[in-house]
Structures are given as structure tokens and as C-alpha cells.
């Protein structure tokens, strides 16, 4: 508790433990006012940033080209032969309704 001085009446005692419990404790100077209670738990950086990453650092597309090779063969073995056989049906059953088709246009000639 704040304690008055020792020649204070009676009155300033009272105005100041009035306002003793709402006086700001721990305040932030960084946020608005409004925001303090929001960014309480948030601790300032303790130094400045001399270092960053640069976006042309990041090397986002290379460690991707460099497994893609392997991923590739990896992806193609695991259903790789569905897709050929896949891919031969649906050819096969193309190529032969196209010559059905022929054929069936050259029987109704004269």
C-alpha cells in the first residue's frame, strides 16, 4: 500500500489509496492503450535483428529437384503398371470402336 506523508490530512489519505489500486503497474509503452491487456504476455525483443533470411536465400525449388528423380521412380513402380495396363484398355477399346465404326460407315455404301 502507498503510504502517505507524514504531515497529509485526512483527505489525501483517502485520494490516495483511492487511486491506489488502479494505478498502472507493470505498464507497456509499445502498444496502444486499448491493446495492453491483449499484448501483456507478449515480451519485447531484447536486441535487434541483424540477421534474416533473405527470400533469395531459400532455396525452395532445389531440394525438390534433387529427390525428384527418386520420387519419381518410387511413384511410377508403386502404380506404375496400373497405368500401363490402364492406358493400354483405354487405347485398345478407342482403336477398336474407331475401326468398328469404319467398318460399319463401309457396309452401308453402295
Known sequence: LIQPPPNANKNSVIIITMFARSAVRMARYDVSPHLSKWW?????????VTRHLSPFEQQ?????????????YAKFSDSGPYLVVTTIIVYGTAAL???ADAAQDKSYRY
Open 97 to 99: 470402336s474407331d475401326a
Open 60 to 72: 525452395i525449388v532445389m531440394p525438390w529437384l534433387k529427390t525428384f528423380p527418386k520420387r519419381a
Open 40 to 48: 501483456k504476455g507478449v515480451r519485447p525483443d531484447d536486441g535487434q
